[in-house]
């Protein structure tokens, strides 16, 4: 038997179902000379205006894709479960967001205008007109995250497509499916190959791409630890954007409706099992009234119906992978250890599943009190005062948003004004987002805004013309 030369022999990757690692599929991994090929045909495509794709094209193209993902739906839903491990009620209205977002990326290409620019305001440049047209900004490369598989790809990639720039994107290796299924979409529709590649690779094969010259923007969700990295690495000259996570604050002042309240907190809490950057985690609530808060949380955390996401009862499903149950379970395990009170859960139910949990009044320097849990944990504290409150929750080095649930108008805008995060809800939890409005994190949470419009204002740039008269 002949040797086999195992240079030339594909890698893949397998993609499983995190619940109970049922396999799903596999996908090949490409090699470097594969991505330097597909960088240098996405450069060319942009140096060669000739071959830029005309408004009304992209436009036809993201509305055909938008057409066809609604008529994939029960499809993508599934598939969104099986690798992602959201549940299917959660994964159904993914995909109703998916297919408002591409189709909010072709409505926002009539928006790409420039401006006239007065140049007779001083003497200097009298007899002269001037204005500004948008152009790509160039080769975009996006790396994405496992909690939104579809939906989060649509803000990557969809965007790029409505600028003109072509896009290469590597999604996480735990849910690429979803990802290849948009691209193939986009494919079908309408859209050249050569104009979004779906790539997956190695990590090291990962960052070369990245840290190409070629690359024009660099479109990062995922952990802050990673994205600043990769951002401190960038070719000069490369832009980008970087959505990290949070640790979401609550404030509850004494006049809010609790009985509405609790609802809104279990979804922003325990939604995808707490597997999103701007998921409910720190509840800062009056003394008087904490304890009681936290057993109402934890009789609605306690009937939560944990399981395989694909299962139509599911409201919980599981962690994406089983290293992330151990360490939700260290954290919790460390902060009991060091006073906080367990209200309910605290315990995992699998390998892959932990229990819905609240702590009550774990210590403020504990994990779970300064990073993010990014599992179906929720943590209550008392205050005495609610700009101590406030300060606490402004303290650390990441801010995404936070929320105020209250009656009293006063208090309403004075948290609005003191919390330090990108948008502050009244009487909502933190993690509502609609896919037009600006969403960001400050300080280690992000660099620049997402959202449709702003995220395709970053993948273009301006032209000034100055005519003189």
Partial sequence: MADVDE????????????????????????????????????????????????AFERINILNKA????????????????????KPLVDARVEVSRAIDGVALCAK????????????DLTQAGAGRIAFTTKEPIGVVVAVSAFNHPLNLIVHQVA?????????????????????????????????????????????????????????????????????????????????????????????????????????????????????????????????EQAKAIAQMLADGAAKLIVGNAIDETTECGPLIRPKEVDRVEAWVDEAVSAGATLVTGGKRLGETTYAPTVLLEPPVDAK???????????????????????????????????SVFTK???????????????????????????DWMPFAGRKQSGYNTGGIAYTMHDMSQDKMAVIKL
């Fill in 159 to 287: 965007p790029a497509i409505a600028a003109g720039c072509p896009v290469l994107i590597k999604p996480a290796r735990d849910t690429p499916l979803s990802c290849k299924a948009f691209v193939d979409i986009l494919h079908e529709a309408g859209l050249p190959p050569q104009w979004c590649r779906f790539i997956m690779c190695e990590t090291s094969t990962s960052e070369r791409m990245i840290t190409d010259p070629r690359v024009a923007f660099f479109s990062f969700i995922g952990s802050a630890k990673i994205g600043w990295m990769l951002r401190a690495k960038l070719a000069p000259g490369t832009r980008c954007a970087l959505e990290h996570g949070g640790v979401a604050p609550v404030i509850i002042e004494k006049s809010a409706d609790i009985a509405a309240m609790v609802p809104s907190l279990l979804k922003g809490g325990f939604y995808h099992s707490g597997q999103v950057c701007v998921s409910v985690q720190r509840i800062f609530a009056p003394k």
């Fill in 66 to 85: 938008a057409l066809l993902i609604s008529q994939k739906a029960d499809e993508l839903a599934l598939l969104i479960a099986s690798e992602g491990g």
């Fill in 108 to 119: 926002e290409i009539s928006t790409l205008t420039g401006t006239q620019i007065p140049m």
């Fill in 7 to 54: 240079s030339n022999v594909t890698k893949t990757l397998d993609v499983v179902n995190p619940y109970d690692q049922t396999y799903l599929g596999s996908l090949p991994i490409v090699t470097w000379d594969d991505i330097d090929q597909d960088l240098t045909t996405a450069q060319q495509l942009f140096k060669d205006r000739k071959q830029w794709l005309p």
């Fill in 408 to 434: 009293n108008l006063d208090t309403a805008m004075s948290a609005i004004q003191a919390l330090d995060a990108t948008a502050v809800m009244v009487n909502d939890h933190t993690a509502f987002r609609v």
């Fill in 368 to 402: 779970v009190s300064t990073m993010e849990i990014f599992g179906p944990v929720v943590c209550v504290y008392g205050y005495d005062d609610i700009n101590q409150a406030i300060a606490q929750a402004n303290s650390l080095e990441y801010a995404f948003q936070a």
